[in-house]
């Protein structure tokens, strides 16, 4: 049963810019806000949005990538522009009921992720 799903994934070049998606099974979060957020890799943290629309990014994708909400759906998305071949992994989505935060043990669910490879 598949909770989370992450889309937008791909193959570009230096500089360039993406789209990721992420869609929450309202089935299994009917009406409850969310913290959200995206990973990398082994599980490295790249952004979040908590319950109340605050977001947290990591250092390395300040001022590059952008995460934001669909109204107060289960859906997010992760803006990526100006993207460096170090950007290259697989990106996962992930939520929780409560805080999430800056660690992947701060969130319960997880999607099977999305490749985006960064061609220098």
């Known amino acids: 049963h598949v909770q989370l799903k992450e889309s937008g994934g791909g193959l570009v070049q230096a500089g360039d810019s993406l789209r990721l998606s992420c869609v929450g099974s309202?089935?299994?979060?009917?009406?409850?806000?969310?913290?959200m957020g995206w990973f990398r890799r082994d599980r490295q943290f790249v952004a979040a949005i908590d319950r109340t629309?605050?977001?947290l990014y990591a250092d390395s994708v300040k001022g590059r990538f952008t995460i934001w909400k669909y109204n107060d759906t289960h859906t997010i998305y992760l803006e990526m522009h100006s993207l460096k071949p170090e950007d290259t992994g697989i990106y996962y989505c992930?939520?929780?009921?409560?805080?999430?935060?800056?660690?992947?043990?701060?969130?319960?669910?997880w999607g099977q992720g999305t490749r985006v490879t960064v061609s220098s």
């Open positions: 992930a939520a929780d009921l409560f805080d999430g935060g800056t660690s992947s043990v701060d969130y319960h669910y």
């Open positions: 629309g605050e977001t």
């Open positions: 309202e089935l299994t979060f009917p009406n409850r806000p969310l913290s």
